[in-house]
């Protein structure tokens, strides 16, 4: 750091620098917990990386440490980037929340932010996340009405609140406009194995589905479905996580993809001008965080329409995809006539909607 | 109520077929190396090595057939250090095996660096005409690709070598006594090395399958564990050709089936279903082996040992 | 013409010396490899050996690091070494390490929210014996139906990972966490926490079991009856038998020892670093210690200085990740390079090296 601000200098001298005062090199530092070759969660918050490099050229430096098991060692590696002179440090698991928090109090000058968890006890912790069961309604509309055998599938990694969020929701949505759907859900207790997202595709297609979704990051889904549709069968698919648009025009019709860019372009920019503050950030369509990939000619234009409909009352925040009334799968009732469900009811949620079939498990 | 009316049979068996494949291809190379009395627990790092090395080479080259090649030659490459170190400078082949995983995790991940999210050329089933059509058994026997076939034929000719062949007959005697084979002029160490790079080779096959054709894209740590999955079935096995063939297929049959079972919406626990390979294998083991007849226990004698010859 | 000739017994210069070699090897072809990545070798090589251990600005934290990493590592590598060392073969204490975790936990978490000085104790116990039941599975297999013991402990650890899975998203899950997977904290639960014993040393009382457990593997194999069954039942069989080794008490014995240890070392885990109960909590230690156990050449204070060496890999490497941007793939292929030298040059202390024609005898 140290170096990079005497660069810094030394480019200001020769002026190169367009500001009007010398400031430091920023350092921001991401741990990951896979890959970034993962092509999916962790590609796409590496993106989000490339894209604060981008936008701040000199003035950051950007360090990253993936495949940080959850636990001591994401603590260790956290430690030492706040010992390497980082000023913010994205850390991008749940599963990195107590680990998250106890660096933090050892480090009260570097800022924190934590995906997807809700832990902030101290003043420079923050969290962020993103609402993918927005466009998991815009997806589970389009299935809805692409489905000719009335079976939608969705395979999902494990039995957490963001994942019936998404199954709830794509499942609500689709059973709008096509009151006959049935959901098959199949739960693969893994986040990232192609071979077994492969087979759990083909399971569906096998039992009649011919949509899928889901809710890991593989393209083996996809693949699955291109291969049943060249011996003939009709299956449709949607990218997740990043746009997979190597299977458009058909399987993949449509794909919901993991923005991280405008955010960290945003909180790194607060630290440089010293406005950053702790808080809860969980944006969704308004801030571009979710994005919905391009919607191939295999989906009928008014159908399309019908989504990009969607997709502009989700942005401009007239619609939110969780209003009432929705009824449990027990026949309780969930959200009463036009109540829209608070942000601690979905972060907890932890059943299924009406009209859906089997358990989650427990 | 369960309604599993929508689980067809034969659409079961033809698919767990396919996902069987990578686990038995590596499964019958592990065979012939353990035949020749060496234990080689790197399956893992030689599978994933093939399946960039395929991966890599049928991108550049547009041809699956060619990718395949290279997967096998990428991984018996690797699998020769692990013979250089266990047979010239005798390591124990369980670390070594080991640490061969290791470096075949990293090394693939270093060399896939440039081929993440790219699609692979398409490997097409191949086409049985009119004997594609035939009921039940269309589906099952003539709808796969070459790779499945080939698979099959490896089984097979992996059987017909160990039982009617003289090499077959020489490598057995290298696995179960290394000092009386030495003691008859064979060259125990040349033939052991030639098994593992062979072994190696199969490695790389599976990988490659997985992806090449099952997933088909290149993702760091992709194989996701089929390795120990292919050392496991080798000793479920017992060291025959025949019962590899039957633990990959019943293994991948279980997978494919509790998946299936999820999918019509049975209500068993799911948590259960997904264990439930690993403790279905374990009790046929323990079936197998209980047996006193068959225990004659099949394991070659000389497994796992180093050799040295002192005259 | 090359060949090896076996010394009547290992050279002990070579024994201290091969280690040494290894390292100066794979920081040659380490070298080698970080250039062809574009990185200045020197620099790598630096970061990976030398800062975890005395760079100023980090070795204050990750020196203490080292023990923390190196703990679990050494503890269940203990265990291994006593079964390897008899031909038994354990390739499962990833699988006894979860069950380990879960048992201890699971019984801390039924008193919750007692203060009892009994609890973590109480847990300890509890942790070692979830290991080793977990670990008594193959173990009786074996003995009742010669089920092969390699297969069975391997497979479990995916029947184990299932089980810790549908503990952090089920039966173990915080009731408080609002539906999030993972148990309540154990570390934030005075209670059950394994805390930092002496502060800034890292030391923690999974890193005082690993000591203890060194100690007591080096006095059972060179002055305990147990010790020199091993041993016997490892080299010679036959012999051991006519010696009056009961093999299937063997088996027992090490196999309950392995999976004890490998679940107390869960179970400090659980309640220490890691904090508590979640999907991926473990995190290999028990298949990295299998690699311990061999580098440390199956002897205790081999195994204590392998373990060492193994987190000082993995302590530098994530330095070395941030700090020159080498990818973690070119880490993990250079640990992989450290134990092919480590095994190789191994020959050198049980061979002699000769060049010439063979003399004749």
Redesign the interface.
């Known amino acids: 750091m140290k170096l990079k601000s005497l660069l810094t200098s030394a480019a200001l001298a020769a002026g190169l620098a367009t500001g009007a005062a010398a400031q430091d090199t920023t350092t921001v530092g991401f741990v990951y917990v896979g890959p970034v070759g993962d092509g999916g969660w962790t590609y796409q918050h590496d993106q989000g990386r490339l894209a604060v490099e981008a936008a701040y050229g000199d003035k950051v430096e950007t360090i990253f440490q993936e495949n940080v098991p959850e636990g001591p060692d994401s603590e260790r590696v956290m430690t030492q980037m706040a010992l390497a002179g980082a000023d913010i440090i994205f850390t991008t698991s749940f599963g990195y929340m107590d680990a998250t928090n106890a660096v933090a109090a050892r480090f009260p000058d570097v800022k924190f932010e934590h995906a997807t968890g809700y832990k902030r006890e101290h003043p420079n912790v923050a969290t962020y996340d993103a609402r993918f069961y927005e466009g998991r309604a815009v997806i589970g509309t389009i299935a809805g009405h692409m489905t000719e055998t009335n079976k939608i599938g969705y395979i999902a990694s494990f039995p957490i609140p963001e994942v019936i969020q998404g199954i709830n929701s794509s499942f609500l949505h689709a059973q709008k406009v096509n009151p006959d759907v049935e959901m098959s859900v199949v739960w693969v207790y893994t986040w990232f194995d192609p071979a077994k997202e492969a087979d759990a595709a083909n399971a569906l297609i096998n039992n009649g589905v011919d949509v899928i979704m889901q809710h890991t990051d593989s393209t083996a889904p996809q693949a699955a479905a291109q291969a049943a549709n060249e011996a003939g069968g009709r299956v449709f698919t949607f990218g997740q996580a990043s746009d997979m648009s190597n299977f458009a025009p058909s399987p993949r019709i449509a794909s919901i993809i993991d923005d991280w860019a405008p955010y960290y372009v945003k909180r790194v920019g607060m630290v440089m001008d010293g406005t950053w503050e702790s808080g809860h950030s969980w944006g969704g369509m308004p801030e571009g965080e979710v994005v919905i990939g391009p919607i191939t000619e295999e989906v009928p234009a008014a159908v399309k329409a019908e989504a990009e409909a969607m997709i502009a009352a989700i942005t401009d925040g007239s619609y939110h995809p969780f209003t009432g009334p929705i009824m449990k799968q027990d026949g309780s009732v969930f959200l009463a006539e036009g109540e829209v469900a608070t942000d601690v009811q979905l972060v907890t949620m932890d059943f299924y909607v009406q009209g859906m079939t089997g358990e989650i498990p427990q | 109520m369960m309604d599993l009316s929508s689980i067809n049979p034969v659409v079961l068996v033809a698919s767990l077929m396919v996902a069987a494949t990578p686990i038995l291809l590596a499964a019958i190379g592990e065979l012939i190396v353990e035949k020749s009395g060496v234990l080689n627990l790197g399956v893992e790092g030689m599978m994933i090595t093939g399946a960039i090395c395929g991966f890599i080479i049928a991108v550049e080259s547009g041809s699956p057939v060619i990718g395949f090649f290279a997967a096998a030659l990428g991984a018996a490459l690797l699998s020769s250090i692990f013979g250089f170190l266990t047979l010239v400078l005798l390591s124990n082949q369980v670390a070594t095996g080991l640490a061969l995983t290791l470096f075949g995790l990293g090394l693939s991940a270093l060399m896939g660096q440039g081929y993440i999210g790219i699609k692979a050329p398409t490997t097409s089933p191949l086409n049985f005409g009119v004997l594609g059509d035939i009921p039940l058994i269309g589906r099952i026997l003539f709808s796969h690709d070459w790779m499945v076939y080939l698979s099959l034929a490896l089984i097979a000719g992996t059987w017909a070598f160990l039982k009617f062949t003289r090499a077959g007959l020489v490598l057995r005697a290298v696995g179960e006594s290394h000092d009386a084979a030495h003691a008859l002029g064979y060259k125990v160490i040349r033939i052991r090395l030639l098994a593992i790079m062979f072994g190696g080779a199969c490695a790389g096959l599976g990988g490659a399958y997985l992806s090449l054709v099952r997933v088909p894209q290149w993702t760091e740590g992709m194989t996701a564990g089929a390795g120990w999955i292919a050392l496991a079935i080798v000793v479920f096995a017992s060291w025959k050709p025949w019962r590899v063939l039957l633990g990959a297929y019943l293994f991948g049959g279980i997978t494919v089936l509790q998946l299936n079972l999820q999918a019509a919406g049975a209500t068993i626990p799911v948590e259960l279903l997904s264990m439930s390979p690993y403790i279905i294998t374990i009790l046929v083991l323990v079936i197998i082996s209980a047996d006193r007849r068959r225990a004659a226990l099949s394991a070659p004698a000389d497994l796992g040992k180093p050799f040295h010859a002192t005259s | 013409m090359i060949r ?1 000739e ?1 010394r009547p017994s290992p050279s002990k210069v070579w024994t201290y010396a091969t280690p040494v070699l290894a390292v100066v090897l794979t920081m040659l072809a380490g070298g080698i490899l970080f250039a062809i ?1 574009g990185k200045d070798p020197l620099e790598a090589i630096r970061t990976i050996f030398w800062d975890p251990l005395f760079h100023p ?2 070795s204050g ?2 020196r203490p ?1 080292l023990l ?2 190196a703990g679990p590592l050494i503890l269940i590598a203990i265990g291994l070494s006593m079964g ?1 060392r008899a031909g038994i ?1 354990n ?1 499962g204490a990833e699988g006894q390490y979860i069950v380990g975790a879960l048992a201890g936990a699971a019984a801390g978490l039924a008193l919750y929210p007692s203060e009892s000085v009994l609890i973590f104790p109480m847990m300890v116990i509890a942790g070692a014996l979830g290991g080793w039941a977990w670990a008594m599975i193959p173990a009786i ?1 074996k003995v ?5 013991e ?3 402990s ?3 650890v ?2 184990a990972e ?2 810790l ?2 503990a952090s ?3 173990l899950r915080n009731p408080e966490g ?5 148990s309540r ?1 154990l ?2 639960w005075d209670a059950s926490s394994n805390p930092e014993l002496i502060a800034g040393t890292g030391m923690h009382w999974g890193v005082v079991a690993g000591f203890i457990a060194v100690i007591f593997a080096y006095v059972v194999m060179s002055r305990h009856l147990l010790g020199y069954h091993i041993q016997l039942a490892g080299q010679a069989p036959r012999a051991a038998r006519f010696a009056g080794v009961n093999p299937s008490r063997l088996i027992i014995m090490c196999l309950g020892i392995s999976g004890a240890l490998a679940g107390l070392a869960g179970l400090f ?1 659980v309640t ?5 109960i ?4 473990n ?2 230690y028990g ?1 990295t210690a ?2 311990v ?3 440390g050449r199956l002897n205790p204070i081999g195994i204590l200085l392998a373990g060492m060496l193994m987190a000082l890999t993995y ?1 530098g490497g ?2 070395a ?3 020159l ?1 080498l ?11 450290l ?2 030298f480590l ?5 050198l202390s ?2 002699r090296i000769r060049i010439g024609a063979r003399e004749t005898a």
Do not use: C, H
């Open positions: 090896l076996k990545l600005q980090f934290f990750s690091q923390v990493k390897f073969w390739i297999l009742q139906f010669r089920t092969n390699i297969l069975v391997l497979l479990l995916y029947v299932n089980l899975a549908s998203v089920g039966w609002g539906g999030f997977p993972g904290s570390s934030g885990e220490g670093p890691a904090g508590q979640s999907i991926d909590f995190a290999g298949f299998i690699i156990a061999f580098l302590i994530e330095l990740q941030f700090m941007a990818p973690a793939a070119a880490i993990q292929a250079f640990q992989g390079m134990l092919f095994l190789g040059v191994d020959v049980n061979y």
